[in-house]
């Protein structure tokens, strides 16, 4: 990749525009892009990551526990829309990579951008306070001295993922089961599961994959599902579901109409396979991508069931009063945002709602952002790099945000147009369009530069008028 050794000579420069140091939590694929960012700004940085490699969610069975990774995961969207756009994927890789090609891609490129010098692995971050003059006071411990270190950061960028602390059914379910239960954090392999009744519980992605890979090697493979959501395949009418079948600037309504023409052509309605009918419209919640399941449906390999009502020892109720006997329960019920490291007065998400303009920054902490915390229809890769570069532009002075008030607006604004299309369920809080978020960054970006050069003019510009188009999705 010789294309690339001019910048790698411009960023190792490491000119420092600003005092003191940024912490960066999270070695992941947000982080590590974080990472990049920050060096080719010149701004000095740690990076804090609990495993011991770059790649976070990625690594098959990583060192730092945070891992949900099983042996044949493959991605979900392609791989031109997944890449970061100064670091192409391999044309080798094929069009749906395999997790070992991406835990190879990230860390190829963490060595590329020689950013490796910069993070501390094997190292956690224990707490993270606001500090008594600004800035972030970190305290972390490492896999060689174990003591507790601290150190003042002027600020503070979180990238420590949200696909790793397990959400379990709440309110649990009535009564005991005495077999197997697991969270599909936990599923690696079928290892385990030939020759037995497996109850896989929720419709997501997880849920798919592991019910199709279960199908395989189990005497009986159910999938309990509580509401109806539309299935769309991997490919659409022969190409790579994410790439551009529609023109951005064509409204969501528009697309969606279109595309579930096309899904009843290609596959007809989900509910000739079983399944419940979906209760909103195409791209009105994230959709479960899946090539095999109706095939695995319509061959009698899995089986669906409703909702459970009641666990009766080695049998499940389930809400229509049927009852199955069954050895195993995994629970595909999604993830908490969490934070381990702060205290829950300092920040928190409770249902996964972190209020955040533009979902990255704080209104409360100038000096506080959050980087791939956002569930687009598509890969967070580009947005996370996006992020960073927006990030980055206020760390070296060239953006500045709006008023507290101008943000809070956005923010609800947001709130707001995201339950009305996909409702309050916890997880939809992060829910962004990919190609209107791209915009709605770059735009607000240019207003943030203007903002700078009025206020060094020492001009004073009422940007409300402006601001009221600013929105996530």
Known sequence: MAQFQGQDQEIDQDREQEPGKVAVIGAGSSGIAACKVLKQHGVAFDCFEAGDRVGGNWVYGNTNGMSSAYRTLHINTSRPKMQYSDFPMPASYPEFPHHSHIAKYFDDYANHFRIKQHIKFKTRVLSAEPGMFGGWDITYADGINKEAQHQHYRALIVANGHHWSRRWPDPAFPGKFDGLIMHAHDYRTTDGFEDRNVLVVGFGNSAVDIAVELSRVARKTMLSVRRGFHVIPKHILGRPLDQQLFPDWLPYRVQSAILKMVLLLQQGSVTNYGLPKPQHKLLHAHPTVSSDLLVRLSHGDIAVRPNIRELAGGHVVFTDGSRELVDAIIYCTGYKVDFPFFRQEVISAPNNHLPLFGRVF???????????????????????????????????????????????????????????????????TMQVDFAPYKRMVTKERKRGAARVKAAGAGATENTSSTFEEVSSS
């Not at 760390?395 to 101008?406: S, T």
């Not at 943000?407 to 147009?417: V, Y």
């Open 362 to 428: 704080h209104p409360q902490h100038p000096d506080l952002f959050f980087l791939g915390l956002l569930q687009p229809l598509g890969a967070i890769m580009p947005l996370a790099e996006l992020q960073s570069e927006w990030i980055a532009d206020y760390l070296v002075g060239e953006y500045a945000l709006p008023q507290v008030e101008q943000m809070e607006a956005a923010i609800h604004r947001d709130r707001e147009a995201m339950r009305q299309r996909y409702g309050d369920a916890p997880r939809h």
